[in-house]
Antibody, heavy 120, light 113 residues
């Protein structure tokens, strides 16, 4: 079972970035998925969660209004889009989830991380 | 949001010796509806994604050696390594998941002396 994320991105301030996370050997559509980011030299920060059907999301207040999490069940892929980027959004972004089906399960699955650099 | 505070932030260790990391939450992580306490521990080895070590205070994740032990209740938690090995180096994080937003501690960097 693997979560495979899209490649690194370099964006200008004010732009948006969309990161994908595809499951391999795992039916992603059955499970809740989270996004976590980690700025350079800092600890991880939880960004939000999307339910299995993709119709319910909960976002951390810090990212409300700028983040959108979606999923495509046909391709077993989840997406995280972050808009109005600033240099403070430079970070590694991880998708994370569990092999259990609950919404409150710990992260026993992690993607490899996607580095997003925001620079003019 | 719940604030997670870890101590120490840096922990030099000697192989074969024990090590201990503390984590304190700003409010209780006990869910009164089901009786579980939602505190997990992760290890992030250099250049890797975090990996789950301990969940729900004291349950070892699959494949985690029994030298790792989690304990605690309410707002005070501890991760103990009975005999540190070289492969245990990295940054350890506690994380709560009692309600959103889930939050992590600042991390404890464990390195070999």
């Amino acid at each position: 079972v693997q979560l495979v994320q899209s490649g690194p991105e370099v964006k200008k301030p004010g732009a948006s970035v969309k990161v994908s996370c595809k499951a391999s050997g795992y039916t992603l559509s059955s499970f809740y998925m989270h996004w976590v980011r980690q700025a350079p030299g800092q600890g991880p920060a939880w960004m939000g969660i999307i339910n299995p059907s993709g119709d319910t999301t909960t976002y951390a207040q810090k990212f409300q209004g700028r983040v959108t999490m979606t999923r495509d069940t046909s391709t077993s892929t989840v997406y995280m889009e972050l808009s109005k980027l600033t240099s403070e959004d430079t970070a590694v972004y991880y998708c994370a989830g569990s092999e259990s089906t609950g919404s409150n399960d710990p992260f026993d699955l992690w993607g490899q991380g996607t580095l997003v650099i925001v620079s003019s | 949001e719940i604030v997670m505070t870890q101590t120490p932030l840096s922990l030099p260790v000697t192989p074969g010796e024990p090590a201990s990391i503390s984590c304190r939450s700003s409010q209780s992580l006990l869910d009164s509806t089901d009786g579980f306490t939602y505190l997990d521990w992760y290890l992030q080895k250099p250049g890797q994604s975090p990996q789950l070590l301990i969940y729900t205070v004291s349950y070892r994740a699959s494949g985690v050696p029994d030298r790792f032990t989690g304990s605690g209740s309410g707002t005070d938690f501890t991760l103990k390594i009975s005999r540190v090995e070289a492969e245990d180096v990295g940054v350890y994080y506690c994380m709560h998941r009692i309600d959103f937003p889930w939050t992590f501690g600042q991390g404890t960097k464990v390195e070999i002396k």
